[in-house]
Nanobody
């Protein structure tokens, strides 16, 4: 079992930056591919970014490319999401997720471990 806890959400203005972190515990972090998803009210959970277990392969949804950066520190068992130039449409609950595979995936069904989420609100 892997336990995931997200940190760093908050209320910011459009154009601001925010950094989310996800702390993993319970099992060795390094063999797991990791990802960030988000869910806005009334919408399905949406893929944002994913990173392979080694950190060498990274995927992004088009809407955040060039604004968001996913990274991981296997020594510290942490996953981060640096979010720049935030927009009101980025408002959502952000979840980190883990899958017992080396390979990053965009499909939420591939991830068996989820955090409780952290709220990000971007005002215009």
């Amino acid at each position: 079992q892997v336990q995931l806890v997200e940190f760093g959400g908050g209320v910011v203005q459009a154009g601001d930056s925010l950094r989310l972190s996800c702390a993993a515990s319970g099992r060795t972090f390094s063999p797991y591919a990791m990802a960030w998803f988000r869910q806005a009210p009334g919408k399905e959970r949406e893929f944002i970014a994913a990173i392979s277990s080694s950190g060498t392969n990274i995927l992004y949804v088009d809407s955040v490319k060039g604004r968001f950066t996913i990274s991981r520190d296997n020594a510290k068992n942490t996953l981060d999401l640096q979010m720049n130039t935030l927009k009101p449409e980025d408002t959502a609950i952000y979840f980190c997720a883990a899958r017992p595979s080396r390979f990053a995936s965009r499909d939420r069904r591939d991830y068996g471990y989820w955090g409780q989420g952290t709220q990000v609100t971007v005002s215009s």
